[in-house]
């Protein structure tokens, strides 16, 4: 739990009584805690879900859709391509593979998605929704099956999304939880990315999946600090509104003994757009509390977390 | 993000342990005041203002920042809670009563269980002075001389079913007054 601030108006109230309310709120809810708190799933359900959406998306796309430009220089057969070039990347990080460990993200796919060009659009979805399946495969073989079951289950609970880094993939250090949920974020976003370009309304996760992605991404702000050199260290009370948000306390920064604080609320979706880095801090309905400054900077750290 | 109240709904959804120390100090004096004139006693009052708070923090989605403020939702709670308060510590004083008229031996009730007792039943008293003739007979019978349904029957020298149904007409409309007068109270 955080420093709560000080008691500004008890005044009228018995000697106590504020201390033993608040102890007795805490107890029947730990603070950070979301209510209602969605269903939980395993990182692969999530990305199994993600990659689902996606799916279904595609399905409805015409020929003339898949030649919509996306991204960079990317139509949406162009995209999917580079998200067959990440899968396979994927499947190499998990077969062990030391190559895909420090290889930049967009680059390693480029050729995959090069070669998509004048292929029929069904067939690079097959060949995508296939690299998805391999990983789930993989993955399950990793989680290996349970004594005594015949067919593997799903995995663990999202609890071990921060477990032991073990998997080096695209200069990233982290577990096989952390991979399914990087992975999710990443078709969710893309799926959004293609959905724009088409005039689709934007998709939002389901609850479950949400609180999965917001559980990385606001843990992971200092990592995003530490790409933008955020500076002297500033406590942030992030309270993420919404299905699938929750309240986290964060240092950001190294240095100092008493580091600013800064208190920002924002929508879970708004968040998760600007931890993919596709809307700007302005975009997002705000309240912040404390130096302004120092928030936006938090902002942009969260921005510096997309894998683009 | 919606106004203020808005506002702090969806941060206490979301586990924002700053949001409720917010909300419990600004609102917290009223909530207790709420209490205390419905209870006139602090002990018990700070247990319903616990209970309100409680209760809003495991259940932020119960309040509804379209239905009204925040102050106007805690403090309606406060009174009902504290009216069940009342109404529970009757229904144990007339639990308390048969049993020490079928038991004379049993020990009496605390100076402070007199004390909670007599604003409780005060109350009630009042209200009771409300209820048409025929229904305050069967009260005053069952109540504060401790009859039972069939000891009703007899000394108003009605049958025991028509004793039974005017008792359970005379408390629904003791529950209504007594809802209504102590909201006015407060």
Redesign the interface.
């Known amino acids: ?2 420093t ?2 000080h ?8 000697a106590g ?2 201390e ?3 102890a ?3 107890q ?9 708190e969605p269903a939980e799933i395993s990182p692969a359900e999530a990305f199994r879900r993600a990659a689902d959406a996606l799916d279904g998306l595609l399905a409805t796309l015409g020929d003339d859709d898949w030649l919509v430009p996306v991204l960079r220089d990317l139509d949406v057969q162009g995209l999917v391509g580079h998200l067959i070039g990440v899968e396979e990347d994927v499947h190499r990080c998990l077969s062990g593979d030391p190559g895909v460990a420090d290889t930049d993200h967009v680059e390693a796919s480029q050729p995959v998605a090069a070669r998509q060009a004048g292929r029929r659009a069904h067939q690079t979805r097959a060949e995508w929704r296939r690299a998805v399946g391999r990983t789930l495969d993989l993955v399950r073989a990793r989680a290996g099956p349970p004594p005594g079951l015949a067919s593997p289950p799903e995995l663990a609970s999202p609890s071990g999304v921060a477990s032991t880094p073990e998997l080096a993939l695209h200069g990233m250090r982290l577990s096989l939880d952390t991979l399914l949920v990087v992975r999710a974020f990443e078709l969710w976003t893309h799926e959004n990315d293609i959905r724009q370009a088409a005039g689709l309304p934007l998709a939002v996760p389901d609850p479950s999946a949400l609180r999965l992605m917001t559980g990385l991404a606001a843990p992971a702000l200092p990592l995003g600090a530490a790409r933008t050199g955020l500076g002297p260290p500033v406590h942030v ?1 992030l ?4 299905p699938g ?3 986290w306390d964060v240092v950001l920064g190294e240095g100092g003994r008493d580091p600013a604080s800064v ?1 920002i ?1 924002t ?1 879970t979706v708004g968040f998760c757009r600007l931890v993919a880095n596709r809307v700007a801090p302005a975009d997002l ?1 705000l ?1 912040i509390t404390g130096d302004r400054g120092r928030a936006a900077s938090v902002l942009a750290a969260a921005a510096a977390l997309a894998l683009d | 993000m919606g106004g203020p109240d808005a506002l702090l709904a969806a941060r206490l959804a979301a586990g924002d342990d700053h949001a409720l120390v917010e909300i419990f100090d600004r609102l917290a004096p009223v909530v207790y005041g709420a209490a205390l004139r419905v209870l006139g006693e602090g002990a018990a009052a700070q247990d319903v203002v616990q209970d309100v708070f409680v209760d809003l923090w495991s259940h932020p989605g119960r309040y509804d920042p379209e239905a009204g403020p925040l102050r106007s939702f805690l403090t309606v709670l406060a009174r009902h809670r504290a009216v069940d308060l009342v109404r529970s510590e009757l229904r144990r004083i007339a639990r308390q009563e048969r049993h020490f008229r079928m038991a004379p031996g049993h020990p009496p009730p605390s100076p402070g269980d007199e004390v909670v007792a007599w604003e409780a039943a005060s109350l009630v008293r009042d209200a009771v002075q409300h209820l048409p003739g025929a229904q305050r007979r069967v009260v005053e019978l069952a109540y504060f001389q401790g009859l039972t349904c069939r000891e009703v029957a007899l000394a108003a020298g009605i049958p025991e079913g028509t004793a039974k149904s005017r008792l359970r007409l005379a408390l629904a409309k003791l529950e209504t007054m007594l809802d209504r007068q102590l909201l006015e109270s407060s």
Do not use: F, N, Y
């Open positions: 739990m955080t709560l601030p008691p500004s108006a008890s005044g009228g109230l018995p009584m504020r033993r309310v608040l007795a709120s805490w029947a809810r730990p603070a950070g805690q979301p209510e209602p009370h309270v993420l509104t919404g948000g929750g309240t208190r609320v929508g309905d309240d």
